[in-house]
Protein backbone atom coordinates (compact mmCIF):
# COMPACT_ATOMS: atom_id res chain seq x y z
CA UNK A 1 0.00 0.00 0.00
CA UNK A 2 1.31 3.10 -0.82
CA UNK A 3 0.42 6.87 0.56
CA UNK A 4 -1.47 7.68 -3.08
CA UNK A 5 -2.86 4.71 -3.63
CA UNK A 6 -5.88 5.50 -5.92
CA UNK A 7 -4.80 9.21 -6.73
CA UNK A 8 -4.13 11.21 -9.42
CA UNK A 9 -1.47 13.96 -9.35
CA UNK A 10 -1.21 16.57 -12.14
CA UNK A 11 2.92 17.72 -13.04
CA UNK A 12 3.57 20.49 -15.23
CA UNK A 13 7.68 20.95 -16.33
CA UNK A 14 7.84 16.96 -15.92
CA UNK A 15 10.23 16.53 -18.44
CA UNK A 16 12.86 16.56 -16.61
CA UNK A 17 14.67 17.98 -13.55
CA UNK A 18 12.54 18.49 -10.74
CA UNK A 19 9.14 17.55 -12.21
CA UNK A 20 10.32 14.44 -13.47
CA UNK A 21 11.44 13.54 -9.92
CA UNK A 22 7.97 14.34 -8.37
CA UNK A 23 6.46 12.75 -10.93
CA UNK A 24 8.65 9.38 -10.34
CA UNK A 25 8.20 9.93 -6.58
CA UNK A 26 4.12 10.32 -6.19
CA UNK A 27 4.22 7.14 -8.79
CA UNK A 28 5.99 5.24 -6.60
CA UNK A 29 3.76 6.45 -3.75
CA UNK A 30 0.76 4.94 -5.67
CA UNK A 31 -0.50 8.08 -7.92
CA UNK A 32 -1.08 7.75 -11.57
CA UNK A 33 0.02 11.36 -13.10
CA UNK A 34 -0.59 13.43 -16.03
CA UNK A 35 2.73 14.95 -17.09
CA UNK A 36 2.75 17.77 -18.59
CA UNK A 37 5.77 19.99 -20.51
CA UNK A 38 6.57 22.46 -23.10
CA UNK A 39 9.00 20.79 -24.90
CA UNK A 40 10.29 23.59 -26.70
CA UNK A 41 12.53 26.47 -26.01
CA UNK A 42 12.37 30.23 -25.51
CA UNK A 43 14.01 32.35 -27.02
CA UNK A 44 15.21 34.77 -24.09
CA UNK A 45 16.30 31.72 -22.07
CA UNK A 46 19.45 30.68 -22.71
CA UNK A 47 19.56 26.94 -22.09
CA UNK A 48 17.83 24.48 -23.63
CA UNK A 49 14.45 22.97 -22.49
CA UNK A 50 13.18 19.85 -21.62
CA UNK A 51 12.50 17.51 -25.04
CA UNK A 52 10.03 15.40 -26.25
CA UNK A 53 12.12 12.33 -25.42
CA UNK A 54 12.83 13.87 -22.33
CA UNK A 55 9.24 13.78 -21.60
CA UNK A 56 8.26 10.41 -23.09
CA UNK A 57 11.68 9.31 -20.47
CA UNK A 58 9.62 10.39 -17.39
CA UNK A 59 6.65 7.91 -18.79
CA UNK A 60 8.92 5.15 -19.12
CA UNK A 61 10.19 5.81 -15.41
CA UNK A 62 6.39 6.42 -14.02
CA UNK A 63 5.42 2.92 -15.50
CA UNK A 64 8.34 1.29 -14.35
CA UNK A 65 6.87 2.26 -10.74
CA UNK A 66 3.69 0.15 -12.25
CA UNK A 67 1.46 3.38 -12.42
CA UNK A 68 -0.05 4.86 -15.29
CA UNK A 69 1.06 8.10 -17.24
CA UNK A 70 -0.63 10.21 -19.59
CA UNK A 71 2.08 12.55 -21.53
CA UNK A 72 1.14 16.32 -23.09
CA UNK A 73 2.69 18.65 -24.86
CA UNK A 74 1.32 22.18 -23.41
CA UNK A 75 2.57 25.75 -22.87
CA UNK A 76 1.74 26.89 -19.48
CA UNK A 77 1.15 30.01 -20.78
CA UNK A 78 -1.91 28.87 -22.78
CA UNK A 79 -4.75 28.42 -20.25
CA UNK A 80 -6.37 26.39 -23.17
CA UNK A 81 -3.50 24.14 -23.94
CA UNK A 82 -3.64 23.37 -20.19
CA UNK A 83 -7.39 22.79 -19.76
CA UNK A 84 -7.22 20.26 -22.84
CA UNK A 85 -4.36 18.09 -21.55
CA UNK A 86 -5.63 18.25 -17.91
CA UNK A 87 -9.33 17.21 -19.02
CA UNK A 88 -8.05 14.21 -21.27
CA UNK A 89 -5.88 13.12 -18.00
CA UNK A 90 -8.53 13.24 -16.07
CA UNK A 91 -10.81 11.58 -18.78
CA UNK A 92 -8.61 8.62 -19.28
CA UNK A 93 -7.26 8.08 -15.44
CA UNK A 94 -10.38 8.64 -13.77
CA UNK A 95 -9.96 11.55 -11.28
CA UNK A 96 -7.47 14.66 -10.13
CA UNK A 97 -6.64 14.79 -6.30
CA UNK A 98 -2.90 16.50 -6.47
CA UNK A 99 -1.51 19.36 -8.50
CA UNK A 100 1.75 20.49 -8.74
CA UNK A 101 2.55 23.51 -10.21
CA UNK A 102 6.14 23.09 -11.49
CA UNK A 103 7.00 24.70 -14.45
CA UNK A 104 9.59 27.21 -14.56
CA UNK A 105 12.44 29.25 -16.53
CA UNK A 106 15.38 31.33 -15.44
CA UNK A 107 16.29 33.58 -18.80
CA UNK A 108 19.61 35.15 -16.25
CA UNK A 109 22.17 37.58 -17.94
CA UNK A 110 22.48 40.02 -20.92
CA UNK A 111 19.05 38.97 -22.78
CA UNK A 112 16.12 41.30 -23.60
CA UNK A 113 13.73 43.01 -21.44
CA UNK A 114 11.20 40.78 -22.73
CA UNK A 115 12.62 38.23 -20.79
CA UNK A 116 11.12 39.46 -17.70
CA UNK A 117 7.80 39.09 -19.23
CA UNK A 118 8.74 35.56 -20.32
CA UNK A 119 9.88 34.98 -16.77
CA UNK A 120 6.48 35.85 -15.39
CA UNK A 121 4.61 34.46 -18.04
CA UNK A 122 5.79 31.33 -16.88
CA UNK A 123 6.93 31.44 -13.65
CA UNK A 124 3.90 33.10 -12.31
CA UNK A 125 1.05 33.30 -14.81
CA UNK A 126 1.92 29.58 -15.49
CA UNK A 127 1.22 29.04 -12.00
CA UNK A 128 -2.06 30.49 -11.78
CA UNK A 129 -3.21 28.70 -15.23
CA UNK A 130 -2.44 25.16 -14.00
CA UNK A 131 -4.60 25.78 -10.88
CA UNK A 132 -7.23 27.34 -12.83
CA UNK A 133 -7.02 24.92 -15.33
CA UNK A 134 -7.42 21.86 -12.08
CA UNK A 135 -9.65 23.55 -9.78
CA UNK A 136 -12.84 22.04 -11.29
CA UNK A 137 -11.86 18.72 -10.69
CA UNK A 138 -10.55 18.89 -7.28
CA UNK A 139 -12.92 17.96 -3.83
CA UNK A 140 -12.13 18.04 -0.83
CA UNK A 141 -8.76 16.46 0.49
CA UNK A 142 -6.77 17.59 -2.88
CA UNK A 143 -3.63 19.04 -2.90
CA UNK A 144 -2.09 21.73 -4.44
CA UNK A 145 1.84 22.53 -4.30
CA UNK A 146 3.23 25.50 -6.02
CA UNK A 147 7.32 25.55 -6.73
CA UNK A 148 8.60 29.02 -5.42
CA UNK A 149 12.30 29.14 -4.70
CA UNK A 150 14.63 30.40 -1.93
CA UNK A 151 15.24 33.50 -4.68
CA UNK A 152 11.63 34.49 -3.61
CA UNK A 153 12.81 34.62 0.46
CA UNK A 154 16.16 37.07 -0.40
CA UNK A 155 17.07 40.46 -0.83
CA UNK A 156 19.31 41.72 -3.36
CA UNK A 157 18.47 39.79 -6.29
CA UNK A 158 17.16 43.29 -8.26
CA UNK A 159 17.39 44.02 -12.09
CA UNK A 160 20.94 45.31 -11.70
CA UNK A 161 22.13 41.82 -10.57
CA UNK A 162 19.97 39.66 -12.07
CA UNK A 163 19.22 40.99 -15.93
CA UNK A 164 15.56 41.72 -16.67
CA UNK A 165 14.87 37.99 -17.01
CA UNK A 166 16.42 36.73 -13.76
CA UNK A 167 14.53 40.19 -11.74
CA UNK A 168 11.35 38.49 -13.31
CA UNK A 169 12.00 35.47 -12.13
CA UNK A 170 12.31 36.70 -8.78
CA UNK A 171 9.40 38.41 -8.95
CA UNK A 172 7.49 35.46 -10.20
CA UNK A 173 8.43 33.38 -7.45
CA UNK A 174 7.33 36.36 -4.42
CA UNK A 175 4.09 36.58 -6.23
CA UNK A 176 3.60 32.45 -5.92
CA UNK A 177 4.33 32.73 -2.32
CA UNK A 178 1.63 35.56 -1.72
CA UNK A 179 -0.69 33.44 -4.23
CA UNK A 180 -0.06 30.52 -2.57
CA UNK A 181 -1.25 32.52 0.89
CA UNK A 182 -4.06 33.83 -0.35
CA UNK A 183 -5.12 30.67 -2.18
CA UNK A 184 -4.90 28.62 0.54
CA UNK A 185 -6.95 31.02 2.82
CA UNK A 186 -9.55 30.85 0.21
CA UNK A 187 -9.97 27.10 -0.09
CA UNK A 188 -9.32 26.47 3.16
CA UNK A 189 -13.39 25.81 3.97
CA UNK A 190 -13.35 23.19 1.08
CA UNK A 191 -10.59 21.47 2.85
CA UNK A 192 -8.31 22.25 -0.43
CA UNK A 193 -4.81 22.53 0.64
CA UNK A 194 -2.40 24.87 -0.58
CA UNK A 195 1.08 25.17 -0.42
CA UNK A 196 4.48 26.18 -1.70
CA UNK A 197 8.20 24.74 -1.60
CA UNK A 198 11.29 27.03 -1.79
CA UNK A 199 13.88 25.13 -2.75
CA UNK A 200 17.53 26.24 -3.19
CA UNK A 201 20.06 25.64 -5.53
CA UNK A 202 18.42 22.07 -7.09
CA UNK A 203 21.05 19.92 -9.00
CA UNK A 204 19.03 20.58 -12.54
CA UNK A 205 19.55 21.76 -15.79
CA UNK A 206 18.26 25.07 -14.45
CA UNK A 207 21.58 25.62 -12.26
CA UNK A 208 24.23 23.75 -14.73
CA UNK A 209 23.99 26.32 -17.45
CA UNK A 210 25.92 28.58 -18.93
CA UNK A 211 24.12 31.55 -17.82
CA UNK A 212 23.36 30.12 -14.06
CA UNK A 213 27.35 29.88 -14.21
CA UNK A 214 28.05 33.42 -15.27
CA UNK A 215 26.31 34.89 -12.74
CA UNK A 216 27.96 32.79 -9.95
CA UNK A 217 31.03 33.36 -11.77
CA UNK A 218 31.10 36.59 -13.33
CA UNK A 219 35.38 36.88 -13.35
CA UNK A 220 35.55 34.19 -15.52
CA UNK A 221 34.54 34.44 -19.65
CA UNK A 222 33.38 30.98 -19.25
CA UNK A 223 32.75 29.36 -16.37
CA UNK A 224 32.71 25.40 -15.83
CA UNK A 225 30.68 23.37 -13.48
CA UNK A 226 34.25 22.83 -11.53
CA UNK A 227 34.50 26.73 -11.43
CA UNK A 228 31.04 27.47 -9.43
CA UNK A 229 30.75 24.38 -7.02
CA UNK A 230 32.64 26.67 -4.65
CA UNK A 231 30.27 29.84 -5.05
CA UNK A 232 27.18 27.62 -5.35
CA UNK A 233 28.31 26.88 -2.18
CA UNK A 234 28.48 30.55 -0.83
CA UNK A 235 24.68 30.63 -0.65
CA UNK A 236 23.93 28.24 1.79
CA UNK A 237 24.67 28.12 5.52
CA UNK A 238 24.72 23.96 5.49
CA UNK A 239 27.96 23.22 3.52
CA UNK A 240 26.33 21.87 0.14
CA UNK A 241 26.56 23.65 -3.23
CA UNK A 242 22.63 22.51 -4.29
CA UNK A 243 20.03 20.17 -3.04
CA UNK A 244 19.28 16.91 -5.08
CA UNK A 245 15.38 16.86 -7.07
CA UNK A 246 14.77 13.68 -5.10
CA UNK A 247 15.58 15.33 -1.95
CA UNK A 248 12.44 18.39 -3.01
CA UNK A 249 10.26 15.65 -3.81
CA UNK A 250 9.78 13.91 -0.22
CA UNK A 251 8.53 17.42 0.55
CA UNK A 252 6.37 17.04 -2.54
CA UNK A 253 5.06 13.61 -1.42
CA UNK A 254 4.71 15.11 2.26
CA UNK A 255 2.01 17.97 1.26
CA UNK A 256 0.36 15.68 -1.50
CA UNK A 257 -0.39 13.26 1.09
CA UNK A 258 -2.36 12.77 4.15
CA UNK A 259 0.52 12.94 6.11
CA UNK A 260 -0.33 16.81 5.48
CA UNK A 261 -4.28 16.53 6.00
CA UNK A 262 -3.82 19.68 8.01
CA UNK A 263 -1.22 21.94 6.43
CA UNK A 264 -2.04 24.54 4.30
CA UNK A 265 -0.61 28.03 3.35
CA UNK A 266 2.80 26.64 3.97
CA UNK A 267 6.33 27.99 2.62
CA UNK A 268 7.98 25.37 3.21
CA UNK A 269 11.99 25.82 2.41
CA UNK A 270 14.21 22.89 0.73
CA UNK A 271 17.01 25.61 0.75
CA UNK A 272 19.99 24.59 3.33
CA UNK A 273 19.46 27.68 5.40
CA UNK A 274 19.52 29.80 2.64
CA UNK A 275 16.72 32.49 3.35
CA UNK A 276 17.50 32.22 7.56
CA UNK A 277 19.75 35.71 7.19
CA UNK A 278 16.74 37.08 4.92
CA UNK A 279 13.38 36.09 7.36
CA UNK A 280 12.30 37.64 10.22
CA UNK A 281 12.31 34.37 12.88
CA UNK A 282 8.88 35.81 13.71
CA UNK A 283 6.92 36.31 11.08
CA UNK A 284 4.63 33.62 9.88
CA UNK A 285 6.46 32.81 6.89
Not at 76 to 82: A, F, T, Y
Amino acid sequence: MGKLDGRVAVITGAGRGQGRSHAVTLAAAGADIIAIDLCADIATNEYGLATEDDLDETRRLVEKEDRRCLTAIADVREPGQLRTAIREGVDELGGLHIVVANAGICPLGDVARTAFLDAVDVDLVGVINTVSAAFPYLSSGASIIATGSAAALMKGSGIDVLGPGGFGYGHSKRAVAQYVHDLALTLAPESIRVNCIHPTNCNTDMLHSGPMYKTFRPDLETPTRDDVVDAFATVQPMPVPWVEPEQVSKAVLFLASDDAEFVTGMQMKIDAGTALAHTNPYSLR
